[in-house]
Each structure stands twice: as structure tokens, then as C-alpha cells.
């Protein structure tokens, strides 16, 4: 499986045209959910209102592997300065270091559902149909030692969302849940452009 495409999008936010965008677009969400969060409500944005959802949420579908490329990567906490570091923007953060070597990424992941999570309204978990060998790579993931890394950077558009800990998956099942907290824009854009991103970094 060739995931050349992906691996050559890990690159500083801002380099290019097309992360700028996709930052932009999430980017006044992605303030408002660190609110919602921070703050437990509040009138800086409510999810909940019709006219603001009516555009706000409008997935953002461009030509495949341009919107909602994932990449899961592991954090560097202690910098090396080898080749095998990387240093990406992040949404609520100043620039962190990940191993360039993605441990998971959109030529892995079939589908994505966007799951409501329902007593935080706006905000979803995401549900990852992956392929075979996506299913082996998650499996090898989860069940990595991480008492010195415990968490994981979820990469969109070169972009680190959030971090989360890896549910493990059982060897029967090729489907798992990342918890998120995600926000309506960031979820409906991995949803919209899934497939379409699968088939183009996989070569289908």
C-alpha cells in the first residue's frame, strides 16, 4: 500500500495553500469548542442554533486528499534532531514535534462515521472503518507500552487536532472508536471526505 501522498502532507502548517484553508475554515469552530469545553457553555457559539449551522457546518469536500486527510502519530516528548522528527502546527497549541513515521493514516481508513455525543451536544465521536491492514497497524498501536507516551496526535490537514489515547481492538473487529470530543465542523469534514480520501491515498 503506497502512502507516499500522505507522508509528504506532514509538513509545517502554513507552507501550504490548501492547509491554510482548511485551517481557516475549522479554525473559529475549533475556538469555540475550546470554549465550550474550558467554559462548560456559554454564548461565544451555541451549536445548537440553526442559522449558524446552516453554514458553518457545510462539510468542505474539495478534491480528494485536499480536506480531512488523517494521520495518527506518535508525540516526541524528548527532541533527538533526527530526520525522523517533525515539527506541525496545532489547533490550540504552539508547534509540537511527532515522529514523521504516521502510525495510521488515511490510506487505512475506509470510512469515518460522526457519532453525537449526547450530553455534550455539537461535538461527536468519530467511528473508523478501517481496512485489514489498518486493523493490524491499530492493533500494534494500542497495545504499545505508553506509560512515558500516553497519548497520540490526531492529524487533519497537517494540522495536530487533539490528542487521544488509542481504544484497543479486539483481532476480530476492524472498527474502533476514537472518544474525540470532535466539533461539528471538524467531524463532518472527516465524514464527507473519508471515502473519497481512502480511495485516492490507497490507489482503489
Known sequence: MNTSGIITRIRPAGSSR????????????CIAAAC????????????????????AYMPVVGEPGEYGVVS???IVRHKRGDDKEYEIGAMFEDEI???????LDSSDIISIEAI????????????????????KRWRKLSTIDRTTNPSLAFV???????????????????????DGPFDEAAALNLEANAI????HFSQQ
Open 72 to 74: 495518527i502519530h506518535e
Open 196 to 199: 473519497r480520501n481512502f480511495m
Open 97 to 103: 514535534v511527532v515522529d514523521k513515521n504516521q502510525l
Open 18 to 29: 490548501t492547509a491554510l484553508r482548511a485551517v481557516f475554515r475549522l479554525a473559529p469552530l
Open 116 to 135: 453525537a455525543i449526547n450530553d455534550l451536544p455539537g461535538f461527536y465521536k468519530l467511528r473508523l472503518n478501517l481496512t485489514q491492514n489498518g486493523g
Open 156 to 178: 487533519i490537514d497537517n494540522v495536530l487536532y487533539r490528542t487521544f489515547k488509542p481504544r484497543f481492538l479486539y483481532s476480530d473487529a476492524d472498527t474502533v472508536v476514537i
Open 36 to 55: 465550550l469545553i474550558s467554559c462548560g457553555g456559554g454564548n461565544f457559539f451555541d451549536p445548537m442554533n440553526v442559522d449558524q449551522k446552516e453554514e
